[in-house]
T-cell receptor, first 113, second 115 residues
Framework: GENVEQHPSTLSVQEGDSAVIKCTYS??????FPWYKQELGKGPQLIID?????GEKKDQRIAVTLNKTAKHFSLHITETQPEDSAVYFC????????????FGKGTMLLVSP | GAGVSQTPSNKVTEKGKYVELRCDPI?????LYWYRQSLGQGPEFLIY????????DSGLPNDRFFAVRPEGSVSTLKIQRTERGDSAVYLC?????????????FGPGTRLTVT
């Protein structure tokens, strides 16, 4: 089955800096890669996703890049703010009519004012 | 609009007891997923429903776990003879349909503690 590795496990940045979280996946058939933000005591919130037919997607301060050849994808957050502090999860899935997500172990991002 | 809701938010039970966890998906979403999240880990897939039927239950850890979705909307995850190792946050997610539109939206989860 699919295996997703995520790095780093923790990331501390100063407000205004950029943050990058990286994931690798094992199944070359995977074609959908969402990112979730999870705040303490809450469920994961979808923040951005990318499908295998594109290499990059951007939404305001967040962007995701995908390298299918190397089987890795990354989340980029620019101009970080304290409210970006949370645990971020990457995930991968492939569609055979539905998409069970395989998650990484998460990255705890701490943005200091 | 309303998101995915889960009840109860917290459940404490004694080892050996039976528990039911409820999920109410986003209205109109036909696909429903259950995941389990242990402390410090990402969610792990348990079971997927398309409509009323369990299309994939390969993630259920053993036969003490069972889930139903009798009318294609609300789902209940049932755990028999609970064990301390079952303690985790149980997350439910729904999506509009299988196939191309596959964004999954999660509920807040039910934190299950088995003492």
């Amino acid at each position: 089955g699919e295996n997703v590795e995520q790095h780093p496990s923790t990331l501390s940045v100063q407000e205004g800096d950029s943050a990058v979280i990286k994931c690798t996946y094992s199944d070359s058939a995977s074609n959908y890669f969402p990112w979730y933000k999870q705040e303490l005591g809450k469920g994961p919130q979808l923040i951005i996703d990318i499908r295998s037919n594109v290499g990059e997607k951007k939404d305001q301060r967040i962007a995701v890049t995908l390298n299918k050849t190397a089987k890795h994808f990354s989340l980029h957050i620019t101009e970080t703010q304290p409210e970006d502090s949370a645990v971020y999860f990457c995930a991968a899935s492939w569609s055979s009519g539905y998409s069970t997500l395989t998650f990484g172990k998460g990255t705890m991002l701490l943005v200091s004012p | 609009g309303a998101g995915v809701s889960q009840t109860p938010s917290n459940k404490v039970t004694e080892k050996g007891k039976y528990v039911e966890l409820r999920c109410d998906p986003i209205s109109g979403h036909t696909a429903l997923y259950w995941y389990r999240q242990s402390l410090g880990q990402g969610p792990e897939f348990l079971i997927y429903f398309q409509g009323t039927g369990a299309a994939d239950d390969s993630g259920l850890p053993n036969d003490r776990f069972f889930a139903v979705r009798p009318e294609g909307s609300v789902s209940t995850l049932k755990i028999q003879r609970t064990e301390r190792g079952d303690s985790a946050v149980y997350l439910c997610a729904s999506s509009r349909a299988a196939g191309e539109l596959r964004e999954q939206y999660f509920g807040p989860g039910t934190r299950l503690t088995v003492t």
